[in-house]
């Protein structure tokens, strides 16, 4: 029995399943190893025997019941033609796209073909996976791949996105429908492919007002959910529109997710109440994941919080975001350990 699938199915266990974003990573010394094996970070994604292996290495060793495909949001980019680089110690850099004649540059028959490595990195997985796992395929969202290329790269004040979606909103509304169409041919194949579940990832959501919000997260996301539910109803998709606060309620009430994953700024009585309970949205999260880089004791205290709060409605224990590459390996030993034994 896949526990995880069960859960977003609408079962609920005495403990909950449990998955950590990025728990394939840095912080995993058979990680840093076979990372060394290729010479840049998308050579690494694009290689589906070194892919698979990677997203096992967290399964082998900790057991966890979710496992999610190595790879990343910034294939969709790369796949429609854009210059996208990983430079070591600054992140990742794209080329710009700032204008109309960029968008008719973007090979959008491209999708399948250029991300047929990813495709065979799942078929890998699902064949090196025991059956009681779940495999999870995931793409960013519209929004959030537009950050990286419109301001060509990290930002860490968005100022030409945010200038951009208000005042050429003809440019910028072709721009995310064209990531829309590629999003969900990208992960309707992940799922041909093998994944049980999908999981979109809207990192930025947070940083957009209420209207430009309802605009640019809530219907591009609602668009590739009724995109992939026309043709796999069955298939549980989890939605993580990072940094929403009360916005949460809205992407409850106007998405076809089946899950929500919240950040570690929510209040989990508010989560509880309005989403778990009025909406009768199932949970994924979420636990600081700066507390697990600290006093473990600190950390297992959060983590009663959160399944004391969720834990008597369907319900899957992660963190608010990704795991950093500073946690200590036992820390998280501990906190599984605490969950599986949870009362």
Known sequence: MKKLLETLKGKNFKTPPIWLMRQ??????????????????????????LASEITLQPIR????????IFSDILVIPDALGVDVNFVKN?????????????LIKFKEDNILKHLKPVFENIKLVKDGLDDDKTLIGFSGSPWTIATYMIEGGSSKKFDDIRRIAIKDKDFFQKLIDILVNSISIY????????????KIFDSWAGILPESEFKKWVIEPNKKII???????PNVPIILFTKGAGTMYE???????????????CVSKKWAKDILQNKHN?????????????????????????????????PFIFNLGHGILPDTPIENVEKIINFIKNYQ
Do not use: M, W
Not at 90 to 102: A, H, V, Y
Not at 187 to 198: A, C, M, N, R, T
């Open 24 to 49: 394939a990573g840095r912080y995993l010394p058979e990680y840093r190893e076979i990372r060394k094996e290729a010479s840049n970070f998308l050579e690494l994604c694009y290689n589906p025997k």
């Open 61 to 68: 060793r900790f057991g966890f019941d979710g496992a999610i």
């Open 90 to 102: 600054i992140g990742p850099q794209l080329s710009k796209t700032l204008k109309e004649s960029d």
């Open 187 to 198: 992960l309707i194949e992940q799922i041909k492919s093998g994944v049980d579940v999908i």
């Open 226 to 232: 009724q995109n992939i539910k026309n043709i796999y």
């Open 250 to 264: 809205e992407v409850a009430v106007n998405t076809d997710c089946d899950a929500l994953a919240i950040d570690q």
């Open 281 to 313: 949205k199932i949970i994924q999260g979420n636990l600081d994941n700066i507390t697990l880089t600290l006093d473990v004791d600190y950390a297992l205290n959060e983590v009663k919080n959160i399944l004391d709060h969720f834990n008597d409605k």
